[in-house]
């Protein structure tokens, strides 16, 4: 079974530029998650979408930060303009169902997108 | 929002040596999940906890869910320099619908 992918694997740009990242689920993965992981801290969810659908954006930076799920299947995580913060990993994830209490919702990760702003 | 703290943030073991970390919630969960991510790596699932009061093993691996579901713990007993590593818990809280919520992680070191 192939995994999550994701591109680029690397990506350095100047503050004020925009970038756009890709997210390739699990075959039949109906929740994706794009996540924000800054050096030495936890993965902090971005948004999550079931299906085509957005479940919970509560913690994108909407006026500089958009995605979203075509068909139900890939992912595409944009910034623009991005700022110096904004460097860290971006990883997407995907799982089979989208519920709690053990309803297939075990996170498979992608390797991630590591992003250097200058 | 939902808050969940993860200690240690770091622990240095001598192989052999036992290990464990603990999360807790400032809100009931519905469930927990456990992941480690190596070095350069991304995060891989190990277990997820459902059940109040819940225990799982997994070879070494000992995971705790609280009475309350509002902690967890992972236990690994007599270390090995392949568990090094970063271990980070997932909590999900149902609002509208199920959103996880990660903890800062506890960085494992093994001295061989």
């Known amino acids: 079974e192939a995994g999550v992918a994701q591109s680029p694997r690397y990506k350095i740009i100047e503050k004020r530029q925009s970038v756009a990242f890709w997210c390739n689920p699990i075959?039949?993965?109906?929740?994706l998650y794009w996540y924000q992981q800054i050096l030495g801290q936890g993965p902090k969810l971005l948004i999550q979408?079931?299906?085509?659908?957005?479940?919970?954006d509560s913690q994108l930076p909407k006026d500089r930060f958009s995605a979203e799920r075509l068909k139900g299947v890939d992912s595409t995580l944009k910034i623009q303009p991005a700022k110096l913060e904004d460097s860290a990993v971006y990883l997407c994830?995907?799982?089979?169902?989208?519920?709690?209490?053990?309803?297939?919702?075990?996170?498979?990760f992608g390797p991630g997108t590591r992003l250097t702003v200058l | 929002g939902q808050q969940v703290m993860q200690i240690p943030q770091y622990q240095h073991v001598q192989e052999g040596e036992d290990f464990t970390t603990y999360c807790n919630s400032s809100?009931?969960?519905?469930?927990i999940q456990w992941y480690k991510q190596r070095p350069g790596g991304h995060p891989v699932f190990l277990i997820q906890?459902?059940?109040?009061?819940e225990v799982k093993k997994q070879k070494r691996l000992t995971f705790q869910f609280g009475e309350a579901k509002k902690n967890s713990s992972l236990h690994i007993t007599a270390t090995q320099t392949t568990d090094v590593g970063t271990y980070f818990c997932?909590?999900?809280?149902?609002?509208?619908?199920?959103?996880?919520?990660f903890g800062r992680g506890t960085s494992l070191i093994v001295h061989p």
């Open positions: 994830a995907s799982s089979l169902g989208g519920g709690g209490g053990g309803t297939y919702n075990e996170q498979f």
């Open positions: 075959s039949g993965h109906a929740t």
């Open positions: 979408f079931q299906n085509n659908g957005v479940v919970d």
């Open positions: 809100t009931t969960l519905s469930n």
């Open positions: 906890l459902v059940k109040s009061g």
């Open positions: 997932a909590g999900w809280v149902k609002g509208g619908s199920y959103i996880p919520t």
